[in-house]
């Protein structure tokens, strides 16, 4: 270790200016493309989907942008350094989840909807219950997700840019705000896409390189890697390498590391951001080529992230990356800066800062669109008004969402925001999926089986984390301090033993589905059931690439 | 069957109904279910393995390298495999009938 690094202060390593600096040449950049984009920005299609027109490899690449957020580069990271193999747990479920977008949702999805989910769960069942419903659900998702960004990139910013105090941070928040607004606005969903492009891009070439860099430190040997970060670890030694170390404490944590693992493998494919990201492409082969994409780069991430968490345990170690102000969080940005110096630092937090930028431009987007096509559009104006309308609306509500998640996202900041994500997960597994699945696959699925799952899921999920220990009643056995959203310890209201409540909510939400359906006495709907098999296998009559 | 829209076919409901379609989503669900369940089995073995089997899993074959570390690189080793034999079967299998049955719905191809 060299003498600067000794400094208590980890707010000193690194040089703000350079972060900042090429930082602001990334926000350059996509602005630049976000303009040159939005000039093609004419119709509803266009401002909600990008007129279709991006190819599967463009649209995966987007998605892997949209999905790799700050929580997955820097998050999983860290818990691979801190904690070993159970970190690297995580990853598996992020990406196995994505086999039931590619088997069973994405192309039939693509087929059947235009913009949002709503408009498939709707489509033979009553159209305004059911579309209230999936918009309610969409905007709970997205708020989770978002609330979550935007409190990330607090912590983010005392990090990278030396910003420590509150105030400063609630700027960066606001500006993080404001820039997000400016590319949904401008670009639509085409300039939000190219943004996530670009991100995806930096993101996997700069992990690339950090990992390439770290192997070779270490021989291109795996092993001996592994050997060093348990060398570094004394607390944790060998238990580094096998999993248990963060939940194999106690049967109850076992089971909430299989609850949390039910929500991250079914949570994927109802997540509204990505759903959303399949009515970009002309058709339902090249939805299928986008994930196949996804899947790649996704899976390649992640095997970055391997050996990136271990690297950093490795190079850095668990003490300091502790010690640091955004403890786990910074174990990549430490890692770059001990390998490449201020320059590596620089452009890894400036692509840190883009990923959650390009998330939250995403989160907006799926949002607004929801808002404005199923609840303004389709609900309050009965499906009677113009596309241009619309997307206006989309516009306002951009701007409405924008403020909120700026709002949230300040007084969010510094709180513990993994659940949050985890609550997103939680929230599209239960709410959203079982009725996807359902709907598409069941026959006789019908209003009131619909309504029973997305608003049980959605309900059950809520209503088990507020009484669960991540909002209160979880203390750390050794210091007496509180791990719970509510600090202080002489609240405890907590009943539910498990944060994740996924294993509970999902099959209550699947169940409540069938029950639902089976003592409703609504006809099925055969003609419209026939349609909606019909255009989803084959892709007559779904929405075309619009041209330009 | 020429590719002008077909006479018979004149609703989705007769399209459904009719035996082209009714095998091609008999193909359709013969594959993605079985591979739906087989991946969900072998992730949740996985994940039970990680949560209650320890010893087992913390055994090592060789350097550092543990038999949890292999099951779980065995997880990105599975899910690129099934997305690429997904992708080329869906491409040969899926594809050519859904089109045919398109043209016929929607009529001659622009």
Same mark, same amino acid.
């Given at each position: 270790?060299?003498?600067?690094?000794?400094?208590?202060?980890?707010?000193?390593?690194?040089?703000?200016?350079?972060?900042?600096?090429?930082?602001?040449?990334?926000?350059?950049?996509?602005?630049?493309?976000?303009?040159?984009?939005?000039?093609?920005?004419?119709?509803?299609?266009?401002?909600?989907?990008?007129?279709?027109?991006?190819?599967?490899?463009?649209?995966?690449?987007?998605?892997?942008?949209?999905?790799?957020?700050?929580?997955?580069?820097?998050?999983?990271?860290?818990?691979?350094?801190?904690?070993?193999?159970?970190?690297?747990?995580?990853?598996?479920?992020?990406?196995?989840?994505?086999?039931?977008?590619?088997?069973?949702?994405?192309?039939?999805?693509?087929?059947?909807?235009?913009?949002?989910?709503?408009?498939?769960?709707?489509? @033979?069942?009553?159209?305004?219950?059911?579309?209230?419903?999936?918009?309610?659900?969409?905007?709970?998702?997205?708020?989770?997700?978002?609330?979550?960004?935007?409190?990330?990139?607090?912590?983010?910013?005392?990090?990278?840019?030396?910003?420590?105090?509150?105030?400063?941070?609630?700027?960066?928040?606001?500006?993080?705000?404001?820039?997000?607004?400016?590319?949904?606005?401008?670009?639509?969903?085409?300039?939000?896409?190219?943004?996530?492009?670009?991100?995806?891009?930096?993101?996997?070439?700069?992990?690339?390189?950090?990992?390439?860099?770290?192997?070779?430190?270490?021989?291109?040997?795996?092993?001996?890697?592994?050997?060093?970060?348990?060398?570094?670890?004394?607390?944790?030694?060998?238990?580094?390498?096998?999993?248990?170390?963060?939940?194999?404490?106690?049967?109850?944590?076992?089971?909430?590391?299989?609850?949390?693992?039910?929500?991250?493998?079914?949570?994927?494919?109802?997540?509204?951001?990505?759903?959303?990201?399949?009515?970009?492409?002309?058709?339902?082969?090249?939805?299928?080529?986008?994930?196949?994409?996804?899947?790649?780069?996704?899976?390649?991430?992640?095997?970055?992230?391997?050996?990136?968490?271990?690297?950093?345990?490795?190079?850095?170690?668990?003490?300091?990356?502790?010690?640091?102000?955004?403890?786990?969080?910074?174990?990549?940005?430490?890692?770059?800066?001990?390998?490449?110096?201020?320059?590596?630092?620089?452009?890894?937090?400036?692509?840190?800062?883009?990923?959650?930028?390009?998330?939250?431009?995403?989160?907006?987007?799926?949002?607004?669109?929801?808002?404005?096509?199923?609840?303004?559009?389709?609900?309050?104006?009965?499906?009677?008004?113009?596309?241009?309308?619309?997307?206006?609306?989309?516009?306002?509500?951009?701007?409405?969402?924008?403020?909120?998640?700026?709002?949230?996202?300040?007084?969010?900041?510094?709180?513990?925001?993994?659940?949050?994500?985890?609550?997103?997960?939680?929230?599209?597994?239960?709410?959203?999926?079982?009725?996807?699945?359902?709907?598409?696959?069941?026959? @006789?699925?019908?209003?009131?089986?619909?309504?029973?799952?997305?608003?049980?899921? #959605?309900?059950?999920?809520?209503?088990?984390?507020?009484?669960?220990?991540?909002?209160?009643?979880?203390?750390?056995?050794?210091?007496?301090?509180? #791990?719970?959203?509510?600090?202080?310890?002489?609240?405890?209201?907590?009943?539910?033993?498990?944060?994740?409540?996924?294993?509970?909510?999902?099959?209550?939400?699947?169940?409540?589905?069938?029950?639902?359906?089976?003592?409703?006495?609504?006809?099925?709907?055969?003609?419209?059931?026939?349609?909606?098999?019909?255009?989803?296998?084959?892709?007559?009559?779904?929405?075309?690439?619009?041209?330009? | 069957?020429?590719?002008?829209?077909?006479?018979?076919?004149?609703?989705?409901?007769?399209?459904?109904?009719?035996?082209?379609?009714?095998?091609?989503?008999?193909?359709?669900?013969?594959?993605?279910?079985?591979?739906?369940?087989?991946?969900?089995?072998?992730?949740?073995?996985?994940?039970?393995?990680?949560?209650?089997?320890?010893?087992?899993?913390?055994?090592?074959?060789?350097?550092?390298?543990?038999?949890?570390?292999?099951?779980?690189?065995?997880?990105?080793?599975?899910?690129?495999?099934?997305?690429?034999?997904?992708?080329?079967?869906?491409?040969?299998?899926?594809?050519?009938?859904? *089109?045919?049955?398109?043209?016929?719905? *929607?009529?001659?191809?622009?």
């Amino acid at each position: 270790m060299t003498a600067p690094l000794m400094l208590p202060m980890a707010t000193d390593i690194g040089n703000p200016t350079v972060n900042i600096v090429i930082f602001a040449l990334f926000v350059l950049a996509t602005l630049g493309i976000v303009f040159r984009a939005s000039r093609n920005n004419k119709t509803a299609a266009d401002f909600y989907a990008g007129g279709r027109s991006f190819t599967g490899p463009q649209n995966g690449i987007a998605i892997a942008g949209d999905y790799l957020s700050a929580a997955s580069f820097l998050g999983i990271a860290g818990a691979i350094a801190l904690n070993g193999y159970d970190g690297f747990l995580y990853s598996i479920g992020f990406l196995v989840a994505w086999l039931v977008a590619l088997l069973l949702v994405a192309e039939l999805l693509r087929n059947t909807g235009r913009f949002t989910m709503a408009d498939v769960l709707s489509f @033979r069942l009553k159209q305004r219950p059911v579309r209230m419903a999936a918009a309610i659900s969409t905007l709970g998702v997205c708020f989770f997700y978002l609330l979550a960004q935007m409190a990330g990139a607090g912590g983010l910013v005392a990090l990278l840019l030396g910003v420590s105090n509150r105030a400063g941070q609630s700027i960066v928040i606001a500006v993080v705000g404001i820039l997000m607004i400016t590319y949904v606005l401008v670009g639509g969903m085409k300039g939000t896409t190219w943004v996530q492009i670009v991100k995806a891009v930096l993101l996997v070439i700069g992990a690339g390189i950090m990992t390439i860099w770290v192997l070779a430190k270490y021989s291109f040997n795996l092993s001996s890697l592994l050997g060093a970060a348990v060398d570094k670890s004394p607390a944790a030694g060998e238990k580094l390498l096998s999993p248990g170390l963060q939940y194999g404490l106690t049967g109850v944590t076992k089971l909430d590391f299989i609850s949390l693992a039910l929500a991250l493998v079914l949570g994927t494919a109802g997540l509204p951001h990505v759903l959303m990201r399949f009515y970009t492409v002309p058709d339902s082969k090249e939805a299928r080529r986008s994930v196949s994409w996804a899947i790649w780069i996704i899976g390649i991430f992640y095997l970055f992230t391997l050996v990136l968490g271990y690297g950093a345990a490795a190079i850095v170690g668990p003490d300091r990356i502790k010690a640091a102000p955004g403890k786990a969080n910074s174990a990549a940005p430490l890692l770059a800066f001990e390998l490449g110096g201020e320059v590596l630092l620089g452009v890894i937090s400036a692509v840190a800062f883009a990923t959650i930028l390009a998330v939250v431009a995403g989160l907006t987007i799926t949002a607004s669109t929801s808002f404005a096509h199923d609840i303004y559009g389709q609900i309050i104006k009965k499906g009677q008004i113009s596309g241009d309308g619309e997307v206006r609306v989309a516009r306002y509500t951009a701007v409405v969402i924008g403020i909120v998640a700026i709002v949230g996202g300040i007084f969010a900041n510094g709180q513990n925001i993994a659940f949050l994500v985890a609550l997103a997960f939680a929230v599209a597994a239960s709410a959203n999926l079982p009725t996807i699945l359902y709907s598409l696959f069941w026959r @006789r699925f019908n209003t009131r089986g619909a309504l029973w799952s997305i608003y049980g899921g #959605l309900s059950s999920t809520i209503i088990l984390i507020i009484f669960s220990p991540v909002v209160s009643g979880k203390v750390d056995k050794k210091t007496g301090a509180s #791990l719970s959203m509510i600090t202080d310890t002489s609240i405890d209201f907590h009943w539910f033993p498990l944060d994740n409540p996924g294993i509970v909510s999902i099959p209550l939400a699947f169940l409540l589905g069938w029950l639902g359906t089976i003592t409703s006495k609504e006809p099925v709907d055969v003609d419209r059931f026939a349609e909606m098999e019909v255009r989803s296998l084959t892709g007559a009559g779904a929405e075309k690439a619009v041209p330009h | 069957m020429s590719d002008i829209g077909d006479r018979d076919l004149t609703t989705y409901r007769d399209v459904q109904l009719s035996p082209d379609f009714s095998e091609l989503r008999r193909r359709f669900r013969r594959f993605v279910f079985p591979m739906t369940a087989l991946f969900l089995v072998w992730y949740f073995v996985y994940v039970l393995l990680a949560a209650y089997a320890h010893d087992f899993m913390s055994h090592k074959v060789g350097g550092n390298i543990t038999v949890a570390l292999l099951f779980g690189l065995g997880q990105f080793v599975s899910t690129f495999a099934i997305t690429m034999i997904y992708v080329r079967w869906a491409d040969r299998r899926i594809d050519p009938d859904a *089109e045919k049955l398109r043209h016929q719905i *929607e009529g001659a191809p622009q």
